[in-house]
Every structure is written in C-alpha cells, then in structure tokens.
T-cell receptor
Framework: DTGVSQNPRHKITKRGQNVTFRCDPISEHNRLYWYRQTLGQGPEFLTYFQNEAQLEKSRLLSDRFSAERPKGSFSTLEIQRTEQGDSAMYLC???????????FGNGTRLTVT | AQSVSQHNHHVILSEAASLELGCNYSYGGTVNLFWYVQYPGQHLQLLLKYFSGDPLVKGIKGFEAEFIKSKFSFNLRKPSVQWSDTAEYFCAVNNDYKLSFGAGTTVTVRA
C-alpha cells in the first residue's frame, strides 16, 4: 500500500510531556497537510507544506505545536507540554497540487491523561 | 474564508432506502467541492468531487452530488443504500490551498 502512512497509531501521554508524530505522504505528492479531528467534528486544518516550506499555520496551532518537513518528504508534528485539550485524532494528508484531492492517512490518536 | 454546513448530524435508515445529505457552503468565489467518507476504522476516502462543468457529479459506490450555485449547496445522494454504506460523511470546500470540512453526518443503515 503506497498511501499516506502515520505513526504511531495511538499515543497515550501524561499532561506536560512532549509528543512527536510522523507522517509519510505519497511519494510524488508535493503538498502535505496536518489536520486535527475531535469527536463529532470534521477535520480542522492545522498547517500545510509545499515541499519543505511551511506556507500556512492555523490560529488553532498554538506555540506549543511545531511541524517540520525537512527534506520535502516525511513530516513531523511535535506538541510540547501537552494538555488534556490536545487529546484528538491528528490526521495527515497529501496531495499532488493545489487542486487535487487530499489523500488521508489513518491518523494518530492522542490521549493526554 | 469558506465555511461548510452539514444539516444532519445522524441519519438512520433501512437498506434500499434513498439517502440525501445536505451541504451548504459560504460564498467565496470559485469553489471546488468534495464529499469524503470514513468507514468504521478506516481513513477518510474521497467519494466524489466537483471542479467545474456538469453540476451533477457521479462518484464511487453509486453516490452522486448536485452542485446548485444559486443555493450554495452540494447535496449528496444515493438512490438505494446498503448496510455497507454505514459511515461518516464529510462535505468539504477547497479554500484555495486547503480543505475546510463540515462537521460530518453519521449514516447508519439497518439491515
């Protein structure tokens, strides 16, 4: 399967700890997106990359959140000093270009205790 | 910025019934519209998309959607649902460089 891959699938952490998630997009896709989804809601945009450049960050993304895509391939999303409100499903998606549909990974479910 | 509104939070119906899910978006010029589906335990998958041309769009698994510009709507339909259509359905609009999603509609099909 050459779809979007996310690791880990689940992460349980204690409040105040740092966590890092990884996303491997479809190889020829230039655009990579991070979304967050909570129960009963649709995915909310967090940030996106065009190759290695981070072009947009949502206001939802506090200073505790940082994302990188150092070589324009895989991406990491780090959350520092996690809070219970960070508990959610973190989704990664990639697309070929600006108008092509997004291909989503299975997500990383974060639980902050 | 675009926003998307889905009218129904949860729809329950029997097999062979017809399905229609409402979706409205806020005006913002040229729009690209999408319906995504999430089956239990699976990732979001594209059902169909509208970019331009024929406002009646056909997607996978017998789904179709109609873009009505005057109503800012992009409703999803299926004439006869199956138990396997049980899933969560999301309408989305392309806000130039990113998708904005509705809150989703959970569809439960009873066998």
């Amino acid at each position: 399967d050459t779809g979007v891959s996310q690791n880990p699938r689940h992460k349980i952490t204690k409040r105040g700890q740092n966590v890092t998630f990884r996303c491997d997009p479809i190889s020829e896709h230039n655009r990579l997106y991070w979304y967050r989804q909570t129960l009963g809601q649709g995915p909310e945009f967090l940030t996106y990359f065009q190759n290695e450049a981070q072009l947009e960050k949502s206001r939802l993304l506090s200073d505790r959140f940082s994302a990188e895509r150092p070589k324009g391939s895989f991406s990491t999303l780090e959350i520092q000093r996690t809070e219970q409100g960070d508990s959610a499903m973190y989704l990664c998606a990639s697309s070929l270009d600006r108008v092509s549909p997004l291909h989503f990974g299975n997500g990383t479910r974060l639980t902050v205790t | 910025a675009q926003s998307v509104s889905q009218h129904n939070h949860h729809v329950i119906l029997s097999e062979a019934a017809s399905l229609e899910l409402g979706c409205n978006y806020s005006y913002g010029g040229t729009v690209n519209l999408f319906w995504y589906v999430q089956y239990p335990g699976q990732h979001l998958q594209l059902l169909l998309k509208y970019f331009s041309g024929d406002p009646l769009v056909k997607g996978i698994k017998g789904f179709e959607a109609e873009f009505i510009k005057s109503k800012f709507s992009f409703n999803l339909r299926k004439p006869s649902v199956q138990w396997s259509d049980t899933a969560e359905y999301f309408c989305a609009v392309n806000n130039d460089y990113k998708l904005s999603f509705g809150a989703g509609t959970t569809v439960t099909v009873r066998a």
